[in-house]
């Protein structure tokens, strides 16, 4: 896809992506999340996400609220470990109205005691509502085992101590030191010119102070293999296998991506679904994930079923990784895979929201953005050799962590 990059010369890059539609769509992403944050401030990334909807030195929360709603436009974000994101889509007239906006909650918040308050309360129920959905909460206990002591292990929301201790400085030093506007992306999708894109992105965040404090990131230590069940008041068993993977810049990932997509990614036809679930009606849910991060990357089996099928559930998702490590996919099989995977990825190009700000990613990333011929050559070019390599590596048991979460025994 055709796109242009123009930085700004406080180093906030401005991303263009034209589309003959009548929607655009934006976001202003910031190389910054929840790994960020200092420690015993676990949540506070995501915090400062909340807070800046609520008071900006112009603007009251109601007047933020409708600035876009009120002409039909979304205007939402979130926060990742490396990641936060803000995102609005809208009609094309209201570009200047979405990236004033952009501008007013990001650098211009004000933080108000009283609105911390209120807003350490929501999160405080978001965090009781997450952990009562034990098919999510397992994810985060999880990495926070298999990032034992480091801050990538730390759930996005925080804790319920973490959260009541913020205070306004908190907030303000977070912000400071790492919303560093080298590493800031503003990106547009829509019908619009380079040179407007590049006229209003200046109008709106060309007077942004400069802001490059140094950057602390800590490469996480891989850590022995271990097993852990924790007892719960739940109906079902949750389980998760997995472990450190590839990161974002490893030549590997490409059949990574593509080796978890056959064994247990999108789609009814995986290996994982096709053999635990369907043939045997075992799990309702069984998947994998592969999620790479700057530095490392995070590979994971997740299934959740009885407690008394727990057992064979396990004994076969083991069967079904000997069967790949001992028998490697050929060449049929291998296409077979690509041709899926190629038409998954073509197809999710028609979100466009999530095209725009993958994008953003990956200019923070790579500082380039692969156009979707590149991303299918890369997915082509894997040969069965490097998959069985990328198997044997990944998917050895005797390196996998298990963590499950058990019914209690009535």
Not at 34 to 42: G, L, Q, T, W, Y
Not at 232 to 241: E, G, N, T, V, Y
């Amino acid at each position: 896809m055709e796109y242009n990059v123009h930085t700004l010369p406080n180093g906030i890059r401005l991303l263009h992506v034209p589309s003959a539609s009548a929607i655009s769509h934006a976001c202003i992403i910031i190389n910054t999340g929840s790994r960020d944050e200092p420690v015993n401030k676990a949540g506070l990334a995501h915090f400062i996400e909340h807070l800046i909807f609520k008071r900006t030195e112009k603007r009251s929360t109601h007047q933020i609220l409708n600035r876009l709603e009120s002409v039909g436009a979304d205007l939402n974000a979130y926060t990742t470990k490396e990641y936060t994101c803000v995102h609005a889509s809208f009609l094309n007239p209201y570009l200047d109205r979405t990236l004033d906006l952009f501008n007013d909650i990001v650098f211009h918040s004000t933080f108000p005691e009283e609105e911390m308050e209120k807003e350490k309360s929501v999160i405080l129920d978001e965090i009781s509502s997450y952990l009562d959905q034990p098919e999510e909460a397992i994810n985060d206990d999880f990495e926070d085992m298999l990032f034992a002591g480091h801050p990538l292990g730390n759930n996005i929301l925080g804790t319920t101590d973490s959260v009541q201790a913020f205070t306004r400085e908190d907030v303000i030093n977070f912000r400071k030191a790492n919303y560093r506007t080298d590493e800031i992306v503003v990106a547009v999708l829509g019908n619009y010119t380079l040179n407007s894109i590049i006229n209003k992105g200046s109008k709106h965040f060309a007077d942004v102070e400069a802001n490059n404090p140094q950057k602390n990131r800590i490469k996480p230590l891989i850590l022995a293999p271990s097993n852990t069940t924790i007892y719960k008041p739940i109906m079902q068993a949750h389980c998760i296998l997995g472990s450190q993977a590839y990161s974002t810049h490893q030549p590997q990932k490409a059949a990574l991506m593509l080796l978890n997509n056959y064994f247990g990614g999108n789609g009814m036809s995986s290996v994982l679904n096709l053999q635990i679930r369907e043939k045997y009606g075992i799990a309702y849910t069984i998947e994998s994930n592969f999620s790479p991060l700057s530095d490392t990357g995070i590979f994971t089996i997740y299934f959740g079923t009885d407690k008394e099928k727990q057992a064979r559930a396990l004994a076969l998702i083991f069967k079904e990784i000997k069967k790949l490590r001992e028998k490697p996919l050929n060449e049929l099989q291998l296409q077979k895979a690509k041709n899926k995977f190629i038409g998954q990825i073509a197809l999710s190009e028609e979100n466009r929201i999530g095209l725009i700000i993958s994008m953003a990613k990956s200019l923070i990333d790579h500082d380039k953005i692969d156009s979707l011929n590149t991303v299918f050559e890369k997915i082509n070019a894997v040969t069965p050799l490097q998959m069985a390599d990328v198997v044997n590596e990944v998917l050895d048991v005797e390196q996998l962590n298990l963590f499950t979460f058990c019914p209690i025994e009535e």
